[in-house]
């Protein structure tokens, strides 16, 4: 009886194992690429105020932090909605009052709306009070918040409901099985990390500061506005990604697809768009919270 409990447990564990793990945003690298770029941008108060919250064992670098609320989405139950939007099956639209939903159906339990808790904690922050003194625990508000900014620039963040962002569409990324949430999240900066940027996120980031400086930079203020002077912008990021989710992610995929060179060498610009404006609305969001609070 005892081993044949032993065998069944082994067997779950095998099976359990052999399940593609449910993902929840870009991978690390995507989310230290967007962290990175952001980072670089602060303006002095916002610098500051980081530090100021960081744990010391961080040292200053924020990145580093980036995928905590990853780490913690098992700790914290609650936050695992928080990652993405569910948006109706091919419609191609975003709107915050009808998809900002968790599955129970309550409000404002998606990555918009997290954006904008987290954005509003923050507003709170006094560089004289310690950072877990106030109502808030406001450490973990700017890992969430520097986390989510990453993932609702993933346009799979804000897929369609039926096949969870593309977590059930089953695909092969070259001759491996993945889905095709995956690419987007892992694969595609994998790839180009393999082939362009010697296996590192540091010369991916600067490949892309160099757009940032360069080939985008009349873009780049436009990325950075905010609409009615609000703080956080979370509608225009989360409308722009399920445009590009129809346009570019899901388009010509179906299941059991071989995706290779002609998917990743279109889609790699996507990827690099999105993790550019991931880290530039970031900077944009912190300097606009610890800006008003210097004042
Ligand atoms: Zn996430």
């Not at 969430?144 to 993933?154: A, E, N």
């Not at 703080?231 to 346009?247: K, N, Q, R, V």
Request: net charge negative; proline share 3%; charged share 20%.
């Amino acid at each position: 009886m005892e081993h044949r409990t032993t065998v069944i447990l082994l067997l779950l564990a095998v099976v359990v194992a052999a399940l593609p793990a449910p993902s929840h945003g870009w991978g690390v690298d995507g989310h230290i690429i967007v962290c990175q770029i952001a980072q670089g941008r602060l303006s002095d108060a916002a610098t500051k105020a980081v530090n100021d919250l960081l744990p010391s064992d961080a040292s200053g670098n924020l990145s580093s932090l980036c995928s905590w609320a990853d780490k913690v989405r098992f700790r914290y139950h609650w936050s695992a909605p928080l990652h993405f939007i569910d948006t109706p099956d091919n419609l191609c639209t975003y709107n915050y009052d009808r998809d900002c939903k968790d599955e129970e159906g309550v409000k404002d339990r998606c990555v918009a709306g997290a954006i904008n808790n987290y954005t509003s904690q923050l507003l709170t922050y006094a560089p004289s009070s310690s950072s877990s003194s106030g109502q808030y625990n406001l450490t973990e508000a700017l890992l969430f918040l520097s986390h989510f900014i990453g993932d609702v620039h993933q346009p799979l963040h804000v897929g369609f409901s039926s096949d969870r962002g593309g977590n059930t569409i089953d695909v092969h990324w070259y001759r491996r099985k993945t889905v095709l949430h995956h690419v987007w999240d892992v694969n595609i900066i994998e790839t180009a990390e393999k082939d362009y940027y010697d296996k590192g996120t540091d010369e991916f980031v600067d490949a892309l500061n160099k757009n940032i400086t360069g080939e985008w930079s009349g873009k780049v203020q436009g990325w950075e506005e905010c609409s009615k002077n609000l703080t956080a912008c979370p509608d225009i990021y989360a409308s722009e990604g399920i445009t590009a989710a129809c346009d570019w992610a899901y388009k010509n995929v179906t299941e059991d697809s071989t995706l290779s060179d002609d998917y990743f060498d279109s889609r790699l610009p996507v990827v690099n768009l999105r993790l550019a404006q991931g880290g530039v609305r970031l900077a944009a969001t912190l300097n606009r919270i610890f800006g008003q609070k210097a004042k």
